[in-house]
């Protein structure tokens, strides 16, 4: 029986995981083993690992990391917090494989551990490109510690062989995001209505806006232009909050005071899984910078406004309408995503991350793969 210890670290991570969690402890050759961190913790971001909990699963293990500022350097410290705690956990737990998803600095903290452990890395959604965020060193530099690679597409799958990854070590499985679509029983329009307090409908707004990273100096004109538009819109707007890097404190006191200050503004720290995607089933349009939009919305055949360059590279689908962060760019994109004409073009959408069997596929691998000298020893190995 191989011992699979998989970290979670956000809301959004979480939620692709889900399925995938299920998946192995219904199986009798694998064990979970859970670890809780970064955001699930924390009051201000919803306190989600309650959402985990709901959901029946046993954590191992909670390791607080998050520091009060969302600075450079507070975020390098809470690295080094989660670094001699997942040293401490893992000693405890001895797990035969490390299962992490994405790019985050939770979970290259996680990687770094583990590589230094000897414990072999099991990695989904590498390959992917996120040319405005340091997501993408990140997720980069976990490839490189990985020894079995989940990819999300095909194209992602060739990238992590020219990084010179053993072709034997990919497997292409499509992203679990599809499968969550596929595996989620969607709320009603009356039940989302009880639920939120908010009429969802063609013309709702569904936003969600994360810090660029790589672009910290231009984030309170970045906030400062969304919020200018979305006020000149005046639709019902559902907006949840960003990620915890830095500068997403700042976005939360800009969305705060936003939704003070305007009645049609609906602001959640966390949805979870069902309501978000329900939510983004029946609105009109999905704003932002998410990966979500780019993953779920074009299977969900729902129009996108993905603005600014945080998802520069990634797979997009022609349900999505890029845009700048100047003010009149996102206003116009916006119309042009609520209009008539372009919600008949997007019916026609086609997914791009696989057709939703990604937990299944994923399991098999783990519990049939050999944990060897071969899987261990890794080789630089180009075609």
Not at 105 to 120: H, L, S
Request: aromatic share 6%; net charge neutral; proline share 2%.
């Amino acid at each position: 029986m191989h011992k699979i210890a998989a970290v979670t670290g956000t809301r959004a991570e979480y939620g692709l995981l889900k399925n995938i969690l299920k998946e192995i402890v219904k199986d009798t050759q694998l064990e979970l083993q859970l670890i809780v961190t970064g955001t699930h913790l924390s009051e201000q971001y919803g306190y989600t690992i309650k959402e985990i909990k709901n959901d029946g699963f046993y954590i191992n293990e909670c390791i607080s990391m998050l520091m009060d500022s969302n600075s450079k350097e507070s975020t390098v410290k809470s690295m080094g917090l989660a670094l001699i705690q997942y040293a401490q956990a893992f000693n405890n737990m001895k797990p035969d494989i490390l299962l992490i998803l994405g790019d985050r600095y939770e979970i290259f903290a996680a990687a770094t551990t583990a590589m230094m452990m000897n414990i072999p890395i099991a990695h989904i959604s590498g390959g992917e490109i996120t040319e405005g965020a340091i997501d993408e060193q990140i997720r980069h530099a976990i490839t490189k510690m990985a020894h079995i690679h989940f990819s999300g597409a095909e194209i992602y799958a060739k990238n992590i062989m020219n990084m010179g990854e053993e072709a034997w070590r990919i497997f292409n499985v499509g992203d679990p995001g599809i499968e969550n679509i596929r595996v989620t029983q969607f709320m009603t329009k009356e039940q989302l209505k009880d639920d939120l307090k908010v009429e969802i409908d063609e013309q709702t707004l569904l936003i969600t806006y994360h810090p660029v990273t790589l672009e910290i100096d231009k984030l309170q004109q970045q906030i400062d232009n969304l919020i200018k538009v979305l006020d000149k819109l005046n639709k019902n707007m559902i907006i949840t909050y960003p990620n915890a890097d830095q500068g997403g404190k700042y976005i939360i006191g800009k969305l705060e005071a936003f939704a003070k200050r305007n009645a049609k503004v609906y602001l959640f720290k966390s949805l979870g899984i069902q309501r978000y995607l329900s939510v983004m089933k029946l609105c009109g349009a999905v704003v932002g910078n998410s990966s979500s939009a780019l993953i779920e919305a074009p299977f969900l055949k729902v129009p996108v406004v993905n603005i600014g360059n945080r998802q520069n590279g990634r797979l997009m689908a022609d349900n999505i309408i890029p845009c700048t962060n100047d003010c009149e760019d996102i206003f116009n994109a916006v119309n042009q995503a609520l209009s008539t004409e372009f919600r008949e073009k997007v019916k026609c959408t086609k997914s791009l991350y696989g057709e939703g069997s990604t937990s299944k596929e994923i399991v098999k691998v783990l519990k049939n793969i050999e944990i060897d000298d071969k899987l261990v020893k890794k080789k630089l190995v180009w075609s």
